[in-house]
C-alpha cells in the first residue's frame, strides 16, 4: 500500500529535550516537506527536499533541521523544543513526474511543555 | 492580505442541499489549484485539481477564474459524509517544482 508514515503519532515533552520526528514513504517520491498545522494559521511549510542531501527552508523553519540522508526517509529534528512548537505536524510526498497530488502521512501531535 | 483566503464557516446545509465555497488567492502568476479535504485531527487528501476550464468528478464541481483570482467548490446533494474542512491549495512557485500555499480551510457540517 502507497503511504506516509510518521512516528511518534503523540509526544509529550519538556522544553529543551532534543527529539526527533521520523517520516518514510514507499513511493520513491523525489519531493518530501514538513508542514505546521495550527488553529487560524492553516498548514505552514517548516522545511522541503527536493530529493538525497538537497533541503531547503520553508516558510517557518527557525527552531527545526531535517536530513534526507536517503530517498524514502525525512526526519524533522527539535534541537531544543520550546512551547511554541506546540503543534500538528504532517509530512509529506509528491512524485516530480506527471501528477503533482501530495501525499500526507498521518501526522504528529506535539506538545512541549 | 492572506495568500490565500477561506471563509472559515461553519457551513452548517440539510441532507441533499447544495452548498459553494470560494477562494481568493494573491498571487496572479499561480498556475496550479486544488481542493483538498481534511477530517477532523486526520491528514489532508487531494479531493480535486481544479482546471482553467472546470471540472466536475460525480457530485464535485470546481472552477477557477483567473480574472477575479478566485477558486471555487461546489458540491452538490450533500452527504452526511461530506462533513469535513476543506481546503483551497495554491501552487504559488515561480521558479522551481512547487510552493502549495494552503488556506485555513472551510468547515462543512451536513446534517440529518
Known amino acids: 500500500e502507497a503511504q506516509v508514515t510518521q512516528n511518534p503519532r503523540y509526544l509529550i515533552t519538556v522544553t529543551g529535550k532534543k527529539l526527533t520526528v521520523t517520516c518514510s514513504q514507499n513511493m520513491n517520491h523525489e519531493y518530501m516537506s514538513w508542514y505546521r498545522q495550527d488553529p487560524g494559521l492553516g498548514l505552514r511549510q517548516i522545511y522541503y527536499?527536493?530529493?538525497?542531501?538537497?533541503?531547503d527552508k520553508g516558510d517557518v523553519p527557525e527552531g527545526y533541521k531535517v536530513s534526507r540522508k536517503e530517498k524514502r526517509n525525512f526526519p524533522l529534528i527539535l534541537e531544543s523544543p520550546s512551547p511554541n512548537q506546540t503543534s500538528l505536524y504532517f509530512c509529506?510526498?509528491?512524485?516530480?513526474?506527471?501528477?503533482?497530488?501530495?501525499?500526507f502521512g498521518p501526522g504528529t501531535r506535539l506538545t512541549v511543555l | 492580505r492572506k495568500e490565500v483566503e477561506q471563509d472559515p464557516g461553519p457551513f452548517n446545509v440539510p441532507e441533499g442541499a447544495t452548498v459553494a465555497f470560494n477562494c481568493t488567492y494573491s498571487n496572479s502568476a499561480s498556475q496550479s489549484f486544488f481542493w483538498y479535504r481534511q477530517d477532523c485531527r486526520k491528514e489532508p487528501k487531494l479531493l480535486m485539481s481544479v482546471y482553467s476550464s472546470g471540472n466536475e468528478d460525480g457530485r464535485f464541481t470546481a472552477q477557477l477564474n483567473r480574472a477575479s483570482q478566485y477558486i471555487s467548490l461546489l458540491i452538490r446533494d450533500s452527504k452526511l459524509s461530506d462533513s469535513a474542512t476543506y481546503l483551497c491549495v495554491v501552487n504559488m512557485a515561480l521558479t522551481g517544482f512547487q510552493k502549495l500555499v494552503f488556506g485555513t480551510g472551510t468547515r462543512l457540517l451536513v446534517s440529518p
Open positions: 509529506a510526498s509528491t512524485g516530480i513526474q506527471g501528477y503533482n497530488e501530495q501525499f
Open positions: 527536499s527536493m530529493n538525497v542531501e538537497v533541503t
